[in-house]
């Protein structure tokens, strides 16, 4: 059995006479609203599977904390949260005036947890880290270009 093809152009067009009947409205207003509908959805998708993805990637990672009985083993630890707190500070209020540097800050501020042992990454399949890496960066792509490259 073979498929026909339909044509959506002539479906919008008597789906706009029949509201042209009723209302002021022209074909391109609708066509217009359409592509505005699509975007949105695209968008919405796009920020669906990110979260998605970062969820499969946050069910193998760890973060714990513990007790230090010295002053200087917990250096690491302190710094990380305040290099974390003024990346993200200057990323938000201060963009213009701070450039990269908070970018810069939240690169040390992540080393800095890896190094104060606050992190456990647990061991995950192949398949489990390729379905969160293709969600997340599907779901990226959709959210700011609105279209996949193949």
Same mark, same amino acid.
């Given at each position: 059995?073979?498929?026909?093809?339909?044509?959506?152009?002539?479906?919008?067009?008597?789906?706009?006479?029949?509201?042209?009947?009723?209302?002021?409205?022209?074909y391109?207003?609708?066509?217009?609203?359409?592509?505005?509908?699509?975007?949105?959805?695209?968008?919405?998708?796009g920020?669906?599977?990110?979260?998605?993805?970062?969820?499969?990637?946050?069910?193998?990672?760890i973060?714990?904390?513990?007790?230090?009985?010295?002053?200087?083993?917990?250096?690491?630890? /302190? #710094? @990380?949260?305040?290099? &974390?707190?003024? *990346? +993200?500070?200057?990323?938000v209020? =201060?963009?213009?005036? /701070? #450039? @990269?540097?908070?970018? &810069?800050?939240? *690169? +040390?501020?992540?080393?800095?947890? =890896?190094?104060?042992?606050?992190?456990?990454?647990?061991?995950?399949?192949?398949?489990?880290?390729?379905?969160?890496?293709?969600?997340?960066?599907?779901?990226?792509?959709?959210?700011?270009?609105?279209?996949?490259?193949?």
């Amino acid at each position: 059995m073979y498929l026909h093809t339909f044509n959506i152009h002539i479906y919008l067009k008597k789906l706009v006479n029949v509201f042209l009947i009723n209302q002021k409205i022209t074909y391109n207003q609708i066509k217009i609203k359409i592509k505005k509908m699509r975007r949105l959805l695209i968008k919405l998708m796009g920020l669906i599977l990110l979260f998605v993805g970062l969820y499969f990637f946050g069910q193998d990672i760890i973060f714990v904390s513990g007790y230090y009985p010295y002053f200087y083993s917990k250096i690491p630890a /302190t #710094g @990380s949260v305040l290099a &974390i707190i003024a *990346g +993200v500070l200057s990323l938000v209020f =201060f963009r213009r005036e /701070t #450039g @990269s540097l908070g970018w &810069i800050f939240l *690169g +040390v501020g992540i080393v800095l947890v =890896f190094l104060s042992g606050g992190v456990i990454l647990k061991p995950t399949s192949l398949w489990n880290f390729l379905v969160a890496f293709t969600t997340l960066t599907v779901g990226y792509k959709l959210l700011t270009e609105g279209r996949i490259n193949f």
